[in-house]
């Protein structure tokens, strides 16, 4: 006597049992199609850390789809998905994701392709809805230790750079006093300091000698 035949997918006996299971099924099958949020990893950005308009990642969801018989396929990518910057007016932070991140990808209820490609208001380019193809990145999620970091913390704010830190401005103002610790402090232009306007250059020494004769800085 041959045994039953091993029953495959979504649809199980009692899916069939009475109404409210035959409905049930449906709406389930319907929520399967919805796409709302999902961890995501990177595997292209198409900005680099410089000064540049917004951009766009390729991303592929980590938790895998999983078939009739129990057997995990694994996501392809989604290609050309936003990705969020802080940013107000010509204002911002770059801070561009890397191949390898983690984040979340948040799917749009409707298509928002047109909106991608003109930056204003527009119809839907589809009848899709919570789609695959219409997701925005978020960033930092389940990643590693930093090696470059702004640290707000109880005893004030650390910025450790392991290469260098610049500031770039017409003016730079700072208020309080300035602590060295360690390593050399260099200047490219002349230094003056306070109200006595006296020039880091071309200050002249004087000595206790008879005479007080002067001496010019040390190069």
Known sequence: ????????GALKPWSTWGKFNQVSFVIQQLLGKVQTATLVQVKSCTNEGGVSP???????????QINGDGTAQPHTTIFNVPYLRLQGGANAVIL???????GICIFASKDISNVK????????ASA???D??????LG????GIPEQYIQFGSGGITIVSPTAITLNAPQINLQGPV?????????????????????????KHTSESPGSPTSEPLP
Do not use: C, W
Not at 1 to 8: G, I, K
Not at 180 to 200: F, H, P, R
């Open 96 to 102: 561009d994701p890397q191949e390898g991140d983690i």
């Open 54 to 64: 917004f951009g766009f990642v390729d991303v592929v969801p980590l938790v895998n």
């Open 1 to 8: 006597m041959s045994s039953p035949p091993t029953l495959l």
């Open 179 to 203: 602590t060295q610790t360690g390593g050399m402090m260099t200047s490219d232009t002349d230094v003056q300091a306070g109200s006595s306007n006296i020039s880091l250059v071309m200050h």
């Open 117 to 124: 490609s003109t930056q204003a208001q527009a119809n839907p």
């Open 128 to 130: 899709r809805v919570f």
């Open 140 to 143: 930092g999620l389940l990643n």
């Open 132 to 137: 695959y193809s219409d997701g925005l990145y």
